[in-house]
């Protein structure tokens, strides 16, 4: 127990927890945008494993990082607008769809690599680049802050700005307001003039976004290659993060936080003599408790709002 807590203690566990939260907090801020506009996005599991594999293979083949990440964004894009079409124009079941692009992700990254570069589930033959680290001037420099909080990959402080750009945009532009008025009441959004297939529509595209920027971490920031499988549930997660987060730009970055930390102490739990099943289970246990204290949570809530009107 004193050297798990010593371990915790240390700066480096902590940028740990700063780095596998990197790509939780992207998914969250995507499945919060689809669901203020009331269209839950399923498939940003799938979304971002493609985003993963899209930068590692553009970044590989133009050797230019930039337009790696590029190619991971257009991926997240056209995947969010292929579950747009089915579910908002076709008027499939979103969650279905959802569901459906997952699995396709799951299978068509792997045969995508095979064709391309002859790697199965791992693209060890691709001279993939690594976005930048960025070191933060005076703050490096700051004892034990400094360790913490500066050399992170830079997608690291695009995810902290963007949850700055998520507030001004629920709270400051007419996009963020028309997308909560669409997600709160369609109908009467309609009423109003507001598109509501266009509103939905620009909020996937924009969860697709945020989705594809945490796979393209994942390849590109947190390791420098693509394997099958490697987002490992984290857009499942990001779901749940979704649901403790209460839909807010700053619950996204605490839900996302705890997860994160979870993730990094299953990691170091493996120094010690504890079987690997339960390691590898943690951050879904945390996953499932953290459901269950949400449930609690509304359910008090919806009681106190019935015993309001009966009274």
Not at 86 to 99: E, P, Q, S, W, Y
Not at 192 to 217: C, H, T
Not at 227 to 256: D, E, Q, Y
Request: with cysteine; charged share 10%.
């Amino acid at each position: 127990m004193d050297l798990l807590l010593s371990m915790i203690f240390k700066d480096a566990f902590w940028f740990a927890v700063i780095r596998s939260t990197t790509p939780i907090l992207f998914a969250t801020l995507g499945a919060v945008v689809a669901s203020r506009a009331g269209a839950i996005n399923i498939g940003i599991e799938g979304t971002m494993l493609t985003g993963a594999l899209m930068g590692v293979i553009f970044s590989a083949y133009t050797q230019n990082v930039w337009i790696g990440l590029l190619a991971a964004v257009l991926s997240g894009i056209l995947v969010s607008m292929l579950l747009g079409y089915f579910a908002l124009k076709l008027r499939t079941n979103i969650v279905l769809t959802g569901i459906a692009i997952n699995i396709l992700a799951a299978g068509g990254t792997v045969f995508l690599l095979a064709e391309l570069t002859g790697d199965k589930g791992i693209s060890t033959s691709l001279n993939s680049l690594v976005l930048p680290n960025v070191n933060i001037p005076i703050i490096n420099s700051i004892p034990v802050i400094g360790n913490i909080l500066s050399g992170h990959n830079i997608l690291t402080y695009v995810a902290i700005l963007c949850i700055i750009l998520m507030h001004i945009l629920f709270n400051n532009m007419s996009l963020g307001l028309r997308i909560k008025a669409v997600g709160e009441s369609p109908e009467a959004a309609e009423s109003v003039g507001i598109d509501v297939f266009r509103i939905k529509f620009i909020a996937l595209i924009i969860s697709g976004i945020f989705a594809a920027l945490g796979g393209a971490f994942l390849s590109m920031g947190y390791v420098s290659w693509f394997s099958s499988g490697m987002t490992a549930g984290r857009g499942f997660i990001a779901l749940a993060a979704r649901a403790i987060a209460g839909n807010t730009s700053l619950g996204s970055l605490f839900a996302s936080f705890l997860f994160g930390f979870a993730d990094t102490l299953s990691n170091y739990l493996q120094e010690f003599s504890i079987p690997v099943e339960f390691i590898h289970m943690t951050p879904y246990l945390v996953t499932i408790i953290g459901f269950i204290v949400i449930s609690i949570i509304n359910d008090k809530k919806e009681l106190e709002r019935k015993k309001k009107q009966m009274n």
